[in-house]
Structure formats: structure tokens, C-alpha cells
């Protein structure tokens, strides 16, 4: 398994804007949606189901777009 | 950190290490991860009926992130994909209502636990044998390791078959093949992944493979389509069931959306027959901490 090198730095710096990302993500967002999301669990089942999905499928997506933005900046300089 | 919904206390890091894990096998087999991201969950100590449902959110997120890759490297075949959709949605219904009347009946934990163990034993078994003897074929006539399959036998008995309509896969390479052979095999897949809170990519891959004869990378991309797609379903019946925790789901997602994207990069350096031989050598880990789990009662923080 042989991994061309520029490629290899490509992607590792592609993992590196990735992690930061989740981590800022993590306090920023994460840490504070415990309350609301048991308190929407309580209350109204399919709201919370609607809204848990929808954050979830946002989260894939923004996450994945971000990265390839940024990546596509630093490839073009 | 605090999981009110599922009732559980975890500490955050350990489940987006868990999301990392499986996020890597993920992107690199085209499968869900659930075979192994519900093992390790009843092993932190999140409760059954929660296992099976927070499962799937987690793995639609990371899904998307490994299929966009297998995308742009041309491993999704389409017509095969949007095929497979509604035999698996059916399927994933009654495997949730099988789930609902075990939880009634107050057996779902033993039973969940002994599907995982039995199932993943056995593929397990029969993955590993299979890529090892792919391997010595294509060692022994010198063929290109990329897309051996050592066990040919079921998928050539399948293309024999003439129910129609009879349909052509062109980007599987696959001339001829009954509608209802996809449908059926489909539907069981959809069943195995409603009951087991999976995104069944670990039961659909081989079958892909060694039943309906798609070469390996484009079985890899094709499933983590079809894992979007149940996965959102499953998510959503077992959401208004009220066995869904996105706040877990979230926080492993984090970890699971770096794996996959390493994990789906690796495949374009590693040949089918490794794929599936590296993916025999996994499935057993989740049997173990399951049986692990059931004898002992898992780990508490």
C-alpha cells in the first residue's frame, strides 16, 4: 500500500482542518444542547425527532463543506 | 458528560473514540459501523432499546461523509442503489416492530445479544475464509488481486436464474440479473438492519459481493448510499419510539466524520480481497464485547 506523498500531505492536512473543526464545533454547539434536546424529548417526540435528524444531517454536511473549502484555498495559493 | 435522554452518564471522549473507530471502517468498507459502534455501546452501558436507535442517526451523518468520497472515485452504481431503496425501507419496519413487541415482552436485551454474537461469528468465519482463498487465486493464476472473489459459486447460481423482468447492471458489470433476486435479498438485509438498530452494510456488502456478483469497491459505494437511506428511516421510527439520543449520536458523529473520510481515502490503495480479509479480522470484536457484556454486565463510569 503505497501512498503517493503529495497526496499524503493533502490529506493529512485535510484531517488536521477536520479535527480542529470538530473541536471548536464540540464546545461551541455540542456542550449546550443537552438541556434543549431532553426537554424537547419530553415534550414533543416528533419535533425532537424531526429536529435531532436535521442537526445531525447539517453537522455531516457543513462539517464535510467547510473542510473542502478551506482545502481548495490552500491547494489554489 | 450527561446523556439525560438515554439516562446515562459517559465521559464525551470515549464515545467520539468509539465514532473514530468506526468511522474508519466505515469509509473503508462501505459499511455503517452499527456491527460494531452497537457492541461497544451496550459495553459503555447505554441501554438496549437506545443502542438500536441512536445507532443509525450516528451513521447516516458519517454515511455521507464516506459516500461523498466513494463518489467522486465512481464506486456508487445507481440503478442498483435506487433498486435496493424500497425492499430495504419494508424490511427496516419490520425488523423495528419486531423490536417493539420484544422490548414489550421485556426479552430484547438476551435476544439483541445473541443475534450480534451469532451473526457477527459467522460472517466473521465466512468473510475471512473467503478473501484468504481470494488471495491464494489470485497469487496462484496471477490475476489482479483488485476484485477476486474466491466464492463465486452463489452468484453465478443467481445469474442462471430467469424470473423476470431481468435487468443489466452496467457499472457492476453484470449483464443479466433478476429484479427479484435484488428485491429479496434486499428486503432480508432491510429486515436484519430494523432489528439490530444497524445500518446492515455488514450483512449487505457480502451479499452484494458474493450473491448478486458486484465487484467489491463499487459494493462499498453503493451500500453507504443505501445506509443513508435506511438509516434516516430507522432513525426516524425508532425516533418517535422514543429510542433515539441525538446528543450521543452527535457527539460520536465527530469523531466518525474524520474516520470516514480516512477510511474511504484508503480504499483507493488497497484491493478488494484485502478489503474484505481486513473486514473478517473486525467483525468477531463486536461478538466479543457483546458476550463480554452478557456475562459480566459491561463497564460502569
Known amino acids: 500500500m503505497l501512498i503517493p506523498r503529495g497526496e499524503l500531505r493533502d490529506f493529512a492536512l485535510e484531517v488536521l482542518i477536520y479535527f480542529s473543526l470538530v473541536v471548536i464545533y464540540f464546545f461551541a454547539v455540542l456542550a449546550v444542547l443537552e438541556g434543549p434536546l431532553f426537554s424537547l424529548f419530553q415534550s414533543d417526540l416528533i419535533l425532537y425527532s424531526v429536529l435531532g435528524l436535521s442537526v445531525l444531517l447539517a453537522q455531516a454536511v457543513a462539517l464535510e463543506w467547510v473542510t473542502s473549502q478551506i482545502i481548495r484555498r490552500v491547494k489554489g495559493r | ?301
Open chain 2, 1 to 301: 458528560m450527561n446523556f439525560p435522554v438515554a439516562g446515562v452518564e459517559i465521559p464525551a471522549l470515549y464515545l467520539v473514540m468509539v465514532g473514530f473507530f468506526v468511522g474508519i471502517l466505515a469509509g473503508f468498507y462501505g459499511v455503517g459501523g452499527g456491527s460494531k459502534t452497537g457492541p461497544l455501546m451496550l459495553f459503555l452501558g447505554v441501554p438496549p432499546n437506545f443502542v438500536i436507535g441512536t445507532d443509525l442517526p450516528h451513521m447516516v451523518g458519517k454515511s455521507i461523509v464516506a459516500f461523498k468520497r466513494h463518489r467522486s472515485f465512481g464506486h456508487v452504481d445507481w440503478k442498483l442503489a435506487v433498486l435496493m431503496i424500497l425492499p430495504t425501507v419494508v424490511g427496516i419496519e419490520i425488523g423495528a416492530q419486531v423490536v417493539e413487541i420484544l422490548k414489550a415482552a421485556g426479552s430484547l436485551d438476551l435476544v439483541l445479544s445473541i443475534s450480534y454474537i451469532v451473526i457477527l461469528s459467522a460472517m466473521s468465519v465466512f468473510v475471512f475464509w473467503e478473501s484468504r482463498k481470494a488471495g491464494k487465486l489470485a497469487r496462484e493464476e496471477e490475476i489482479d488481486a483488485k476484485d477476486v472473489v474466491a466464492f463465486q459459486a452463489v452468484s453465478k447460481r443467481v445469474k442462471t436464474l430467469r424470473w423476470p423482468p431481468m435487468i443489466s447492471l452496467k457499472t457492476s458489470g453484470i449483464k443479466e440479473i433478476s429484479i427479484w433476486i435484488i428485491i429479496l435479498a434486499t428486503f432480508a438485509t432491510g429486515l436484519i438492519t430494523g432489528f439490530l438498530g444497524v445500518g446492515g452494510g455488514f450483512i449487505r456488502m457480502p451479499v452484494l459481493v458474493y450473491v448478486l456478483g458486484i465487484p467489491t469497491h463499487v459494493a462499498v459505494g453503493t451500500d453507504l448510499f443505501e445506509i443513508i437511506i435506511s438509516a434516516s428511516y430507522g432513525t426516524v421510527t425508532h425516533s418517535l419510539k422514543g429510542n433515539v439520543d441525538y446528543l450521543i449520536a452527535l457527539v460520536m458523529h465527530t469523531g466518525a466524520a474524520i474516520g470516514a473520510q480516512i477510511g474511504a481515502t484508503l480504499t483507493k490503495y488497497v484491493s478488494g480481497q484485502r478489503i474484505r480479509q481486513i473486514f473478517g479480522l473486525f467483525l468477531p470484536l463486536g461478538a466479543i464485547l457483546v458476550a463480554y457484556r452478557l456475562l459480566t454486565g459491561g463497564v460502569a463510569f
